[in-house]
């Protein structure tokens, strides 16, 4: 159960696929890994035979797959099954972590892609996962490290952070231009006629390729682009001008019926759980 840490460079094509042969001859249920990348970088569509928790200690992470798109905000994970093709592209610097697990390794593993809340016993693990070195792959420790790894995934709570984004090049361009400059004044009429559709059929289409409606879709944009800032530091009335707001109650309305706790709720929480080094 040995460990791998890759930073991100010129090669990093290159390293990423050394990374993956050596994911994919790893013993052991779990294994963990590491990577570094600078803002933008782009991992092209791929797929392992091991389920993976891709943890995001810092910087944002987009997801892609033939499902939809999802973003991991700091202090989430993403949870990819066995043999899903997918693409990942870094928002900011990205500090990864990832845990790479057996299909069927322990009950309860999802099974289907989730966006999930780290714990700071989780983040903890797969931080001390990563530093494990192939001498201590036998060490009864490692073993109870990867064993609490499994054990304590199915107990992670899931979070309204998918935001697919649509295949359709008019619309998925909207929701670009929106992640850069989010607002609560969308309307279904406004893009609907950026995109040279009629509202029907703009809504029709919307649905189809999000699963979402665009109210529900802008709202979850909005409170991903929220939560970095928050975690930074940034206060909550900033954030909420910044995002378009015309106050911090308002925001703190939208944010509270999204995730049933108030900003300062949220960041008051997140300071209470232990912060895991590396």
Sequence with gaps: MPSTRIAATAAGDDEHRRRLDWIEAAAGDVVAAAGDYPDGHRVAPHQHRRSQLLHALSGVVLVSTAQGRWIVPPGHAMWIPAGITHAVEMLGEVRMRSAYVVPGAA????????????????????????????????????????????????????????????SDERLARLCRGFLDAPTPH??????????????????RAFQRETGLSLSLWRRQATLLAALPRLASGIAVTTVALDLGYDSAPAFTTMFRQMLGVSPRGYIAAREREPSAGD
């Design 107 to 166: 009950p309860g593993l999802p099974s289907v892609l989730r966006v999930l809340a780290m714990s700071g016993l989780m983040r903890s693990l797969v931080v001390e996962a990563v530093d494990l070195s192939a001498k201590d792959a036998d060490d009864e420790r490692a073993r109870a490290i990867m064993r609490l790894i499994l054990l304590e995934i199915p107990r992670l709570p899931v979070r309204p952070f998918a935001l697919p984004l649509p």
């Design 186 to 203: 969308v309307t279904i009429d406004e893009w609907a006629d950026r995109a040279g559709m009629s509202r029907r059929g703009f809504t």
